[in-house]
């Protein structure tokens, strides 16, 4: 197949941290692979060429977060056939979104010396309250495993298959038994999608809800178990309004239990 005929690949940054940009380049043969499958019209860190598009499928990491960034998101949707948001920041405003829940000027005022130049939204938002988005992939930061998965699936015609269950049953496929009944660790694993191999639970870490709610997450009556377990209420919301705390289920239940 010429390049010409190969469908073309854009990945853009908006307001992260690039780690789900380095899990693409993370892919290493199998990226070999994708490179010789589609053209990568645009991926500021892999290459220096850019391509105009419009784009078969574009890759998005990160927040909207200024008025500049709501701009290009627009043009980028507009340029795109599929839009894909990758990880917690593109899909529920990441870790920058802890702002939400004050006023972002008294960030501004602490961490610059010059305030006076900085020009911000008074929110970090997930790429969807923007544009339509035709696929999420959850993580802080993604899977590989599933971004191959996806990029395949699109390339060949298909829904991509991204498991929708939670991180209990990851641990009980593995064989790890349950930090939470077995030890009382608070773990947001039964309200968490699966994605990450239940890492944190193999090692006695209660899992911290890095791919973010699953389908049926019953997040408040996690939280329930976790007071039952000698939390106070300010540290289940904490525990919610983490790398995810803007996607609706999570910011329901840190809400919930937040004495402020």
Known sequence: MSTAQKPKLAVYKFASCDGCQLSLLDCEDELLAIAGAVEIAYFVEARRQVLDGPYDVTLVEGSVTTDEELDRIREVRRQSRFLVAIGAC???????????????????????AHPEYIDTLDRSRPISDFVPVDFE???????????????????IGRKPRVPAHSVCLSCKRQGTVCIM????????G????????????????????????????????????????????NQVSRAFHSFNGYHPAFRAAGDHYSED
């Open 90 to 112: 593109a899909v529920a405003g990441g870790i920058q979104a802890l702002r939400n829940w004050t006023d972002v000027n008294e960030y501004i005022d602490v961490v610059y």
């Open 137 to 155: 992939l959850r993580g802080c930061p993604i899977s590989k495993g599933q971004l191959i998965e996806l990029v395949t699936s699109l390339l």
């Open 181 to 188: 009944v077995a030890q009382g660790i608070p773990c947001l």
């Open 190 to 233: 039964p309200a968490t999608q699966a994605g990450c191999g239940a890492l944190c639970p193999a090692f006695n870490r209660g899992c911290y809800g890095c791919f973010g709610p699953h389908e049926s997450p019953n997040p408040i009556s996690l939280g329930d178990r976790f007071i039952e377990l000698g939390q106070n209420r």
